[in-house]
């Protein structure tokens, strides 16, 4: 069974530059869902893909940031003008999404970010 | 609004002993209540959930969580404590009509031999 895959493991950036992040659901889990971790912090949540709709972006997700699921398989984030607050891992995670909103989320390993 | 609380930030237990993480939520509506651990440079694994029916959860590893819905709480338990169980720790909780699921800050368990 392929877990949650995430790409790059590892960025590291300087301001101003952007960003894109790569996420690999499990085969045939419908929903994906985007977080940010910084130290010491749990999971925020940022962004809710159904297929390929996002149907819903937390209030953390400023302009600056752009999630698409284009054909409801990969995801990709991506970070405009990278600031220093930024910095922090990205998780991505999935779930099958059958029936309630109490079906397992599987997370990815993340992303880790780094601006410089 | 939804939120999570563990209200311990570190944990500490001697291998062999009962462990206990607490964590109290708040949500309008029945909870969807959630346990995950991290391990260093890993990504969250999941323990175990509630969604509904019997109020004592059975997950993986040996662990349990039991749903108090007068204290709004989901701590999670453990009989006999490993080393290896040392981590990170976190509950989460979802409400029936919310796409976003709240994490706690997470308590580290660190188990002595």
């Known amino acids: 069974d392929t877990g949650v895959s995430q790409d790059p493991r590892h960025k590291i950036t300087k301001r101003g530059q952007n960003v894109t992040f790569r996420c690999d659901p499990i085969?045939?889990?419908?929903?994906l869902y985007w977080y940010r971790q910084t130290l010491g912090q749990g999971p925020e949540f940022l962004t809710y893909?159904?297929?390929?709709?996002?149907?819903?972006k937390s209030r953390l997700l400023s302009d600056r940031f752009s999630a698409e699921r284009p054909k409801g398989s990969f995801s990709t984030l991506e970070i405009q003008r990278t600031e220093q607050g930024d910095s922090a891992m990205y998780l991505c995670?999935?779930?099958?999404?059958?029936?309630?909103?109490?079906?397992?989320?599987?997370f990815g390993p993340g992303t880790r970010l780094t601006v410089l | 609004a939804q939120s999570v609380a563990q209200p311990e930030d570190q944990v500490n237990v001697a291998e062999g002993n009962p462990l206990t993480v607490k964590c109290t939520y708040s949500v309008s509506g029945n909870p969807y209540l959630f346990w995950y651990v991290q391990y260093p440079n890993r990504g969250l694994q999941f323990l175990l959930k509630?969604?509904?029916?019997?109020?004592l959860v059975k997950g993986s590893y040996g662990f349990e969580a039991e749903f108090n819905k007068s204290q709004t709480s989901f701590h999670l338990k453990k009989p006999s404590a490993l080393v290896s169980d040392s981590a990170l720790y976190f509950c989460a909780v979802r409400g029936p009509y919310n796409n976003d699921m709240r994490f706690g800050a997470g308590t580290r368990l660190t188990v002595k031999p």
């Open positions: 995670a999935s779930s099958l999404g059958s029936g309630t909103l109490g079906d397992t989320q599987y």
């Open positions: 893909f159904q297929n390929e709709a996002q149907l819903e």
């Open positions: 509630y969604i509904t029916g019997d109020n």
């Open positions: 085969s045939e889990h419908n929903r």
